[in-house]
Nanobody, 121 residues
Framework: QVQLVESGGGLVQPGGSLTLACAASGRIFRVNAMGWYRQAPGKQRELVAGITSGGSTNYADSVKGRFTISRDNAKNTVYLQMNSLKPEDTAVYYC???????????????WGQGTQVTVSS
């Protein structure tokens, strides 16, 4: 089995910063694409940022210039540096990872349990 464990959420004032981390562990041959999603109350889950195993990134328009996604392939960990946070960034943040469990295996997608980010004064 594969587990994704997130950390780093919390309460921050508008304009502040937080860094989220998500570590994958378990039966892993290779972690391919990784990403961060968020879901605010009453809204659908949306993609925040994604990163390939080669380091190519993409971002939601709402976070471009404020958030940075990165990864440490040796640690199977993805990070989300969030700067200039706004109240509308308040949501539960989830990471996902496309994991190969063997050389001939197809990717399977796994999700973290979610971490709350609250931006409020």
């Amino acid at each position: 089995q594969v587990q994704l464990v997130e950390s780093g959420g919390g309460l921050v004032q508008p304009g502040g910063s937080l860094t989220l981390a998500c570590a994958a562990s378990g039966r892993i041959f290779r972690v391919n694409a990784m990403g961060w999603y968020r879901q605010a109350p009453g809204k659908q889950r949306e993609l925040v940022a994604g990163i390939t195993s080669g380091g190519s990134t993409n971002y939601a328009d709402s976070v471009k210039g404020r958030f940075t996604i990165s990864r440490d392939n040796a640690k199977n960990t993805v990070y989300l540096q969030m700067n200039s946070l706004k109240p509308e960034d308040t949501a539960v943040y989830y990471c996902d990872a496309a994991v190969q469990r063997g050389f001939f295996s197809a990717d399977l997608t796994y999700w973290g349990q979610g971490t709350q980010v609250t931006v409020s004064s």
